[in-house]
């Protein structure tokens, strides 16, 4: 878009650590800076700080959320207001995770559900999932993680629980802890899918969602544009084209697992 940091824009960073409840304080900084515009991404808590505290720089977002059910946009086709972005949200996402799940682990009794409750749509995906799990009549125990202590527990607690197999829901921490999440599904002998290569890319046993990066590209232009003189209003919300499902064939082994000959001909990556 012919920006080029340090050159023709200056970016200024603020991070919350997965600590959600310091975002309004951040997004505060921000306003009294008079940015031209602001990027809110990963969560849908940065867009709803950034929004809830000035209605006039514009705000481009790119994270899972349903923007209209949260408030954020209008609609998808016509924002209004000063917010736009790229949403994640495919409702139809979660029911092909549990769907992929079940294949793989077909005699799982009950799947857990690894979700942070102080995310905005962690209530959503948790109806999702709900949803998703009575049309198959599976089994689901929600499980709640919102530091990185509490992730221990939550596996603790899912093996005391018999849990068969995970859905990790969408969230920075998770994405920060994948390390973690990973190490702690193996420990536990726990098969679990999740919505992001970066958890397969780290030794995780599977993934499917969007295509992250073509996401955030797709975010970037539209930072690009408003800089150039556009309106959020008339930046419709963008939802994903592009989705990757990735399998991790050494994870599979570790689990005593073999993927069948279905997910290799689907899979847009194979990790050995």
Known sequence: MGYIEGRNVIIE???ADSQYDRLPLLVAEL???RVAVIYAINTANAVQAAKSATSEIPIVFANGSDPVK???VASLNRPGGNVTGVSYYIGALVAKRLELLR???????TIGFLTNPT???????TID???????VDQRIIVIEATTEHEIDEAFASAAQRRVDALLVDVDQLFNRRRDQIVALAAQYAIPANYATRVFAEAGGLMSYGDDRLESIRQSAIYLGRILKGEKPANLPVLLPSKFEFVINTKAAKALGLTFPPSFHLRADAVIE
């Open 13 to 15: 960073y603020r991070f």
């Open 31 to 33: 306003v009294r800076r």
């Open 103 to 109: 294949e793989l682990v077909p005699q799982a009794i």
């Open 119 to 125: 995310n905005l749509i962690s209530e959503r995906d």
């Open 70 to 72: 949260l408030g954020l």
């Open 129 to 135: 999932v709900h949803a998703a799990a009575a049309t």
